[in-house]
């Protein structure tokens, strides 16, 4: 499901296997800014939470169980953020000059939705 590329247990992955590969082919420095940004991640989205402490909104006739979290930030779109947001950074070096603006483009555009 498209929900789950902004989950917990596909960015962990995500993260896990870009520093990994990063790190095989020596790029010490990307390697860490992919930990770095991962562990910030894990980090700024609870604390977030804690200090903003928004409520759900009250449903009358729930459809699904209502999580006993915080509603704001959301979590999904926090972590596709920064997950696509690093991943585009990653990649610019590699694409020309001209595809750059299109890249970055489509990763604002996605998070919007």
Do not use: Y
């Not at 870009?18 to 609870?46: D, K």
């Not at 699904?64 to 920064?82: C, E, I, K, L, R």
């Amino acid at each position: 499901m498209v929900t789950d590329l902004g989950g917990t247990e596909f960015a962990v992955l995500a993260f896990a296997l870009m520093a990994a590969f990063l790190a095989i082919r020596r790029h010490w420095r990307l390697a860490a800014f992919v930990a770095v940004t991962g562990s910030g991640l894990a980090v700024l989205g609870p604390v977030t939470k804690a200090v903003v402490d928004r409520a759900r909104p009250v449903v009358d006739v729930a459809v699904v169980q209502t999580p006993s979290n915080a509603s704001f930030p959301s979590g999904h779109a926090m972590t596709s953020v920064v997950l696509w947001g690093t991943l585009v950074l990653l990649a610019l070096p590699a694409v020309g000059r001209r595809t750059r603006p299109w890249l970055v483009g489509a990763r604002c555009s996605s998070s919007w939705r």
